[in-house]
């Protein structure tokens, strides 16, 4: 009897442990689902917030390419400060674009030294602001936006004489290749040219907005999760969609004011030789944060680098003919030192000096643009 109650005992003892785990296990799975409601609420208010954000850099970013420039070269013109002042002191024009181009040059070098990365990054800005007066298209080389042409005042140069700025023609090369193709599948004239030019221009522009408002949301994101190595979203695709999202923007931009009639003179010699050193310096910097990125996270990083392309996914023949040089300089594909990464910087810039050289002999452009037959 005694052991028919012992038995019984032990077997409600049983249920009651039993019915408190299932109760207990219902309740932190409960809690669990919650906590998962609750972090995918979480996760689409991040995605919004960040989205939200990169929209507005976005469209900033469209406005300071489209509406600003025109803006402000109808505000300064309206004003007309200082054009006179400036026209009766052609010394102190040469004396101010010197002082400017030198102080830019000094900013962008004390920025490699500090590894001050939003110091570089502005030198290469400033450098690159000239591009816009372009939208100025008048005759008068200082009015309105025209102002940043002291900018470029020493390697401006003319079409009769050496302009240091004919340089950088190898970056017009593909609207030489597309003045060679359109005269086989119809009429050519160099109208026709520029045209698809600023249509093509146009596309680049655009997509560079698209690239570096994708990669802006992708990076909120992450940094809103407190992630230290975004590796999703388009950083799946290339591991400086923000850089590429400019370089595309800043070449399309390049491209569409190189067939406007203005400057000095009405002689264009194109923003070549600016674009080359502006996106050469970007690259740099990539490379440097990637240099301290694999010093941060290592392996996990490195695995990263290995399995997404720098900007874009490439053929691996297009590849290693771009990274041959890297190869032969320090017989490896990446720098793994920020000084290797500045070695890197001034060999892609002699050697996109020589390709132009070619270019420059030739002697293919015309007075008004940088390398289309007039």
């Not at 049983?14 to 669990?32: C, G, K, M, Q």
């Amino acid at each position: 009897m005694g052991e028919c109650f012992n038995f019984i005992s032990l077997l409600k003892l049983h249920l009651i442990i039993r019915t408190s785990f299932r109760i207990s296990y219902r309740i932190v799975e409960r809690n669990r689902l919650k906590q998962q409601r609750a972090g995918s609420r979480d996760n689409k208010r991040h995605f919004i917030f960040s989205l939200v954000l990169a929209c507005i850099f976005t469209i900033g970013l469209t406005f300071a390419t489209v509406i600003l420039p025109i803006q402000l070269h109808q505000m300064l013109v309206s004003l007309e400060i200082g054009i006179d002042f400036l026209y009766e002191h052609p010394l102190l024009i040469l004396l101010i674009g010197f002082t400017s181009f030198f102080l830019i040059l000094l900013l962008t070098i004390l920025g490699f030294i500090l590894e001050r990365r939003k110091v570089t990054l502005s030198g290469s800005l400033l450098r690159y602001l000239p591009t816009f007066h372009y939208f100025s298209m008048t005759m008068y080389v200082f009015v309105g936006i025209g102002f940043l042409n002291v900018l470029w005042l020493p390697i401006w140069g003319s079409y009769n004489d050496f302009s240091p700025m004919k340089l950088g023609l190898i970056v017009y090369l593909p609207h030489l290749v597309l003045s060679m193709i359109l005269p086989l599948v119809g009429e050519f004239s160099t109208g026709v040219v520029i045209t698809y030019i600023w249509r093509v221009s146009f596309i680049l522009i655009g997509a560079g907005i698209l690239i570096f408002l994708l990669g802006t949301q992708a990076w909120l994101y992450g940094k809103s999760k407190d992630k230290e190595l975004i590796d999703f979203g388009i950083y799946r695709y290339s591991r400086h969609p923000q850089y590429l999202g400019y370089l595309l923007w800043s070449y399309g931009v390049m491209s569409l004011c190189s067939y406007f009639i203005g400057g000095m003179g009405y002689y264009n010699p194109g923003g070549g030789l600016v674009w080359i050193l502006s996106a050469l310096l970007i690259i740099c910097i990539a490379l440097r944060e990637e240099i301290e990125m694999s010093d941060a996270h290592g392996e996990e990083y490195k695995a990263y680098r290995k399995q997404t392309p720098f900007f874009l996914p490439l053929p691996r023949v297009l590849r290693a003919v771009i990274t041959a040089p890297v190869k032969l300089l320090l017989g490896k594909t990446f720098p793994e030192t920020k000084r290797e990464a500045t070695y890197i910087f001034g060999l892609y810039f002699v050697i996109a000096l020589l390709l132009s050289l070619p270019l420059f002999i030739m002697d293919l452009g015309s007075s008004y643009y940088p390398l289309l037959p007039p």
